[in-house]
């Protein structure tokens, strides 16, 4: 079936499917979406398909494990359509997420070496001095107010929704206290911290009944092998989607040279 693939004019969509194990309506699919450029029609009406598809079908398939399936998709788009300095765009903004994220990973390492046991009276103290500060330097956005910040305010910097917040706190990823006079949501520095190294968790895949005894360990500053393990996990994760993206760069530079 390589072979075929590979020197025959023209293909079926059960040729391109078999090869990749997809069923034909995914790669019709595939077409209509703009990821593989569009088909010649026999006189029948049947889609005739050519090495150059195989090409495309091959490099969209290589760029979703590092780049995930809608950028994926919106790169070959790009490329279809003639921008191919839009697909380098969307390139260079995967690999900017994935050293960001990696920048984060450090700076939660960093807390957790530097991190000693608390205090009986002051058990989140210790945290918040540490955890909370490497946290607070790996992301941007900056959350204050007096006595602590609102859940539009703390949304808006993690660029998530509201909703997102409330469906942590009903998991017990975050606590914030009731202003008594409004019934707002208030978030202090501890919730601000739990929220963001949430969030950065759930970027790195973790679910939220996972995230949620990381979270309770980090309060409690003991037991870290549970957070050391995640972490650990998150290191291979990372790892997997920088070769993934080399994996998928080597198949694009071929679609796109074949392109001419």
Not at 37 to 54: E, K, M, Q, S, V
Not at 189 to 195: I, K, L, P
Not at 251 to 258: G, K, Q, S, T, V
Request: aromatic share 4%; proline share 6%; glycine share 10%.
């Amino acid at each position: 079936m390589g072979q075929n693939l590979q020197t025959s004019r023209q293909l079926r969509p059960i040729d391109l499917a078999r090869r990749h194990g997809l069923s034909t309506q995914a790669v019709r699919n595939y077409e209509e979406a703009g990821i593989l450029p569009a088909a010649d029609r026999t006189p029948h009406g049947y889609r005739a398909y050519t090495p150059l598809h195989a090409r495309a079908l091959g490099a969209f398939l290589a760029l979703v494990p590092g780049h995930g399936h809608r950028t994926a998709s919106s790169i070959m788009r790009a490329v279809n359509q003639g921008a191919v300095d839009e697909a380098f765009r969307l390139i260079d903004e995967s690999h900017a997420q994935l050293l960001d994220d990696r920048r984060t990973l450090q700076a939660v390492e960093s807390a957790l070496r530097d991190l000693t046991p608390p205090t009986a009276s002051a058990p989140d103290a210790a945290v918040d001095s540490t955890v909370g500060a490497a946290v607070d330097a790996a992301v941007s956005a900056t959350v204050s107010g007096p006595g602590g910040t609102f859940i539009g305010p703390l949304a808006g910097a993690l660029g998530i929704r509201p909703a997102t917040l409330r469906a942590w706190e009903r998991a017990g990823l975050v606590r914030p206290r009731r202003d008594p006079s409004t019934g707002y949501r208030v978030y202090d520095e501890a919730d601000v911290r739990d929220a963001r190294l949430a969030h950065q968790l759930r970027r790195g895949g973790y679910l939220l009944e996972q995230i949620a005894p990381l979270i309770a360990q980090v309060r409690a500053a003991g037991g870290l092998e549970p957070l050391e393990a995640a972490l650990g996990d998150w290191h291979g994760r990372l790892s997997a989607r920088g070769r993934a993206m080399l994996t998928g760069a080597a198949e694009l530079e071929a679609y796109l040279r074949e392109r001419g």
